[in-house]
């Protein structure tokens, strides 16, 4: 049966495109999917159908049925590892290398599918092409992350990540050494203009706030304890690579081969060493607390760094030298 729901718009919403917020309203399902629902004329503003590219203002009234088609998500046998699970939640810590739901490229190796043959207790299940999924980190960034069972947990839980009150700490190791030992990166970050599958610190763009903290200082690295006040796409590997300090191993924003010119040429065969130990970024979502949707009390999680990042912070110092 189908679901019908109706809500106004607030301030803060004011200019996205409907499809990204309404994405961001209900992360269980895809851009595409609101998409569709567009064009079939199941989405409604101020009484009025609209494109999914209409930019929504203030105060916008939103009538959206969830036209119920079923989805074909198959599972997958890929080893999970959960942290914790109840009659609402489950939080997990993800691997580095998979994908959390299908996408360009990734169809049925992804955390969503392995989700789907562990449990068929999702929000969504069969109905959503994110089933549960709350929130999300990068496919090469490990760590926990929190999956919703039922609606309510995911109404309580997006409600925290709006209202900014649910609070993730990651640990990263980063090229250079800082001359102080803390700092915050509060920028705007939009899409980039050279390549729209990255982005970029901008004039305009979505607000983005990066608290960090050095725990340790290497000869040419450092390793940071990073606290995130909004969730934006990308965000710590677009400001630490805007501090000139990218994550080791990002690919993507300046944290791999580049970095190697840096180093003294007798120490260069060393960072290829240290890249081939993890080849990935060094990002790790350590650390997790929010209030519990069921109990109403605060609970927090944690997790040991993966064997690769562990690996290569016990062989650093021998590598290349401590401060």
């Known amino acids: 049966m189908d679901k019908t729901e109706s809500f106004t718009v607030e301030s803060a919403a004011v200019g996205k495109r409907l499809d990204q917020f309404l994405v961001e309203r209900y992360p269980q399902f895809s851009r595409s999917y609101f998409n569709k629902l567009c064009k079939q004329k199941y989405v409604l503003v101020n009484a009025s159908t609209v494109k999914s590219g209409y930019s929504v203002k203030e105060k916008d009234t939103i009538d959206i049925t969830f036209h119920r088609e079923e989805m074909s998500l198959e599972p997958a046998d890929i080893p999970l590892h959960i942290v914790h699970e109840d009659a609402h939640i489950l939080v997990v810590n993800k691997a580095a290398g998979i994908a959390v739901h299908p996408g360009k490229g990734t169809e049925n190796d992804t955390l969503v599918n392995a989700l789907l043959f562990y449990t068929k207790d999702l ?14 980190l990068d496919k090469f960034t490990s760590g926990l992350m929190v999956v919703a069972k039922t609606d309510r947990a995911m109404r309580h839980l997006r409600a925290q990540f709006d209202d900014r009150t649910i609070h993730r ?38 607000h983005a706030v990066t608290h960090w903290k050095v725990l340790q200082s290497f000869m040419y690295m450092s390793l940071l304890e990073l606290k995130l006040d909004t969730g934006r796409t ?6 630490m690579n805007f501090l000139h300090h990218p994550v080791l191993g990002d690919g993507d924003y300046n944290g791999r081969n580049s ?62 030298l401590l401060e």
């Open 123 to 136: 929000l969504g299940f069969g109905q959503s092409d994110r089933p549960g999924i709350v929130h999300r």
């Open 169 to 206: 700490t990651y640990w990263s190791l980063v090229w250079g050494r800082f001359e102080e030992e803390s700092g915050i990166v509060d920028t705007f970050i939009d899409r980039s203009r050279r390549d729209p599958t990255k982005f970029a610190v901008a004039r305009t763009g979505k």
């Open 234 to 239: 990308h965000q710590i590997r677009v400001h």
């Open 259 to 320: 970095q190697l010119k840096g180093l003294p040429p007798n120490l260069q065969k060393r960072g290829k060493h240290i890249l081939k130990i993890l080849p990935r970024q060094a990002l790790h979502a350590k650390k997790l607390s929010f209030i519990h949707p069921g109990s109403g009390e605060e609970v927090t999680f944690q997790t040991e760094l993966p064997a690769d990042f562990k690996n290569v912070l016990e062989k650093l110092p021998q590598l290349l």
